[in-house]
T-cell receptor, first 115, second 114 residues
Framework: AQTVTQSQPEMSVQEAETVTLSCTYDTSESDYYLFWYKQPPSRQMILVIRQEAYKQQNATENRFSVNFQKAAKSFSLKISDSQLGDAAMYFCAYRNFTNAGKSTFGDGTTLTVKP | DTGVSQNPRHKITKRGQNVTFRCDPISEHNRLYWYRQTLGQGPEFLTYFQNEAQLEKSRLLSDRFSAERPKGSFSTLEIQRTEQGDSAMYLC????????????FGSGTRLTVV
């Protein structure tokens, strides 16, 4: 069974600074997807960024980028130029390529942005 | 496109009562998922549908839980004989089958069993 581990329950960053959230996963599959989702307080979860395991190039979406290390099974999220609106809980998720049904989520990292 | 809609937003029920939640996915999405989230944890998979077919159901899901998606449109999740341990946020999400761009989530239904 696949597992996803987020080892940082809480992180904080100063506004305009950069922060990196960690995620590791365990799988025996070679093809899969990885995602980062953001869940602001009392608001719905939204997709931040996705990465296909067969792509070596790290995904980037504006201020958000990932560091995907397939051999190490590591998938960290870097937020540059942090903004107050980035404060939220961030979840890392794994999904098989062949059986694109359920996703397995980590337990999340709560990010606080200090003004 | 109004996104994924879930009703009700909040539900308080007495232990032993039955409850039903509804999810209306994005109309173009043919996959629909139900997850449960408790405080301080990530979403836990319950079940998912492709069109009207229920393709997978978590082994953690007891027989008290049932889900339907008639005609491949909206879905309902029913919990019979609720227990205090059922208290959680129930999340619905939808996605395309052939383009795996991740999920679009609804706002969730928060269930409190007293």
């Amino acid at each position: 069974a696949q597992t996803v581990t987020q080892s940082q329950p809480e992180m904080s960053v100063q506004e305009a600074e950069t922060v990196t959230l960690s995620c590791t996963y365990d799988t025996s599959e070679s093809d899969y997807y990885l995602f980062w989702y953001k869940q602001p307080p009392s608001r719905q979860m939204i997709l931040v960024i996705r990465q296909e395991a067969y792509k070596q190039q790290n995904a980037t979406e504006n201020r958000f980028s990932v560091n995907f290390q397939k051999a190490a099974k590591s998938f960290s999220l870097k937020i540059s130029d942090s903004q107050l609106g980035d404060a939220a809980m961030y979840f890392c998720a794994y999904r098989n390529f062949t059986n694109a049904g359920k996703s397995t989520f980590g337990d999340g990292t709560t990010l606080t942005v200090k003004p | 496109d109004t996104g994924v809609s879930q009703n009700p937003r909040h539900k308080i029920t007495k232990r032993g009562q039955n409850v039903t939640f509804r999810c209306d996915p994005i109309s173009e999405h043919n996959r629909l998922y139900w997850y449960r989230q408790t405080l301080g944890q990530g979403p836990e998979f319950l079940t998912y549908f492709q069109n009207e077919a229920q393709l997978e159901k978590s082994r953690l899901l007891s027989d008290r839980f049932s889900a339907e998606r008639p005609k491949g449109s909206f879905s309902t999740l029913e919990i019979q004989r609720t227990e205090q341990g059922d208290s959680a946020m129930y999340l619905c999400a939808s996605s395309y089958r052939d383009r795996d761009y991740g999920y679009t989530f609804g706002s969730g239904t928060r269930l409190t069993v007293v």
